[in-house]
């Protein structure tokens, strides 16, 4: 006899997730004891909180990128990549069968990554104003379009290859990102709810496939993923309120100086670095510097004021006397 009976918009769904023996052992009969269920429900509710936070967790960035009009500091190679990665990961834990709660939220990230990567492109520099990145969106679209028929059409064999080599895809993947934030001692335009989410989901998703799936391929994956997330999360810490053209050239840059404040100075040193470079002015105490003559200051003279003063004569014709 159970201890509580749940109604059925409660033990319906509840059944679906833990199944018909752990929904009885954990909600009806609270038997705390039933180890094996406790993990199944603990990797369950993860499941469902990474599905959750995966639905969004790139939009932050995609904010950013949208409103900034600029993929400065996002790797477009990496975000290609990662698209890349986590299709073939969806389509794979598909066609396998495995619960949405293991992958749901590789589906939403690679719906995520690929608008991030058409951003990125959109937002591309150019270098005329005439010059169009039109051409390139369009190809990215259509690339996009038929690699996803192409995923859903191949044979498993080759599909659980495919699978196989998203570990070291996501390796890539990440790299990219890793070495431009160490060059460019910045992390740019990258969102911190976005890296700190992809850590914990990444740890997360360790623990939830050795419960659930207990597929190799699938758990070193997430392995890799966890210990580079970890890294770019990291150099995040470490250059936090340092953008790209302020450790470029060496502008201070205080953590409550405000985002107008630090885009005017770092496009003021931009504008300004070529103009002093090309005058070469010499440093002070060098021989040049002594031999420079200095132009004598400028004192402005008092003008005596042109009077004129016009008449008309009887006959009707105008004189005029300038009173110097």
């Given at each position: 006899?159970?201890?509580?009976?749940w109604?059925?918009?409660?033990?319906?769904?509840?059944?679906?997730?833990?199944?018909?023996?752990?929904?009885?052992?954990?909600?009806?009969?609270?038997?705390?004891?039933?180890?094996e269920?406790?993990?199944?429900?603990?990797?369950?509710?993860?499941?469902?909180?990474?599905?959750?936070?995966g639905?969004?967790?790139?939009?932050?960035?995609?904010?950013?990128?949208?409103?900034?009009?600029?993929?400065?500091?996002?790797?477009?190679?990496?975000?290609?990549?990662?698209?890349?990665?986590?299709?073939?990961?969806?389509?794979?834990?598909?066609?396998?069968?495995?619960?949405?709660?293991?992958?749901g939220?590789?589906?939403?990230?690679?719906?995520?990554?690929?608008?991030?990567?058409?951003?990125?492109?959109?937002?591309?520099?150019?270098?005329?104003?005439?010059?169009?990145?039109?051409?390139?969106?369009?190809?990215?679209?259509?690339?996009?379009?038929?690699?996803?028929?192409?995923?859903?059409?191949?044979?498993?064999?080759?599909?659980?290859?495919?699978?196989?080599?998203?570990?070291?895809?996501?390796?890539?993947?990440?790299?990219?990102?890793?070495?431009?934030?160490?060059?460019?001692?910045?992390?740019?335009?990258?969102?911190?709810?976005?890296?700190?989410?992809?850590?914990?989901?990444?740890?997360?998703?360790?623990?939830?496939?050795?419960?659930?799936?207990?597929?190799?391929?699938?758990?070193?994956?997430?392995?890799?993923a966890?210990?580079?997330n970890?890294?770019?999360?990291?150099?995040?810490?470490?250059?936090?309120?340092?953008?790209?053209?302020?450790?470029?050239?060496?502008?201070?840059?205080?953590?409550?100086?405000?985002?107008?404040?630090?885009?005017?100075?770092?496009?003021?040193?931009?504008?300004?670095?070529?103009?002093?470079?090309?005058?070469?002015?010499?440093?002070?105490?060098?021989?040049?510097?002594?031999?420079?003559?200095?132009?004598?200051?400028?004192?402005?003279?008092?003008?005596?004021?042109?009077?004129s003063?016009?008449?008309?004569?009887?006959?009707?014709?105008?004189?005029?006397?300038?009173?110097?």
């Amino acid at each position: 006899m159970p201890i509580i009976t749940w109604p059925g918009f409660i033990s319906a769904p509840a059944t679906a997730v833990l199944g018909a023996k752990c929904y009885t052992s954990l909600l009806e009969n609270i038997d705390y004891t039933d180890v094996e269920c406790i993990r199944l429900g603990v990797s369950k509710a993860l499941g469902i909180g990474i599905i959750a936070g995966g639905s969004i967790v790139k939009v932050p960035q995609i904010s950013i990128i949208w409103r900034s009009g600029s993929g400065r500091g996002v790797s477009l190679s990496g975000y290609v990549l990662e698209l890349i990665s986590c299709a073939i990961n969806s389509v794979y834990s598909i066609r396998n069968g495995y619960a949405f709660s293991t992958y749901g939220e590789n589906l939403f990230l690679t719906i995520q990554n690929a608008i991030v990567t058409l951003l990125i492109i959109h937002y591309k520099p150019l270098l005329t104003r005439k010059d169009s990145n039109a051409p390139q969106l369009l190809a990215g679209i259509v690339t996009m379009a038929i690699s996803a028929i192409g995923l859903l059409v191949l044979p498993s064999e080759t599909l659980t290859i495919l699978q196989g080599l998203t570990i070291p895809i996501s390796a890539i993947a990440k790299v990219p990102q890793i070495i431009s934030n160490e060059r460019n001692k910045s992390t740019g335009n990258l969102a911190v709810f976005t890296v700190i989410a992809n850590v914990l989901g990444c740890f997360a998703r360790v623990f939830t496939t050795l419960t659930e799936v207990k597929d190799p391929l699938v758990l070193w994956g997430f392995i890799l993923a966890s210990i580079l997330n970890t890294v770019i999360g990291v150099q995040m810490y470490a250059y936090w309120g340092r953008s790209e053209a302020a450790a470029k050239y060496h502008l201070p840059t205080e953590k409550t100086r405000s985002s107008v404040e630090e885009k005017v100075l770092i496009d003021a040193a931009i504008e300004l670095k070529p103009i002093i470079a090309s005058q070469n002015f010499p440093r002070s105490g060098t021989p040049e510097a002594g031999n420079r003559r200095t132009p004598p200051a400028y004192t402005p003279t008092a003008r005596t004021p042109s009077v004129s003063l016009t008449a008309t004569t009887p006959g009707g014709r105008k004189w005029a006397r300038k009173v110097d």
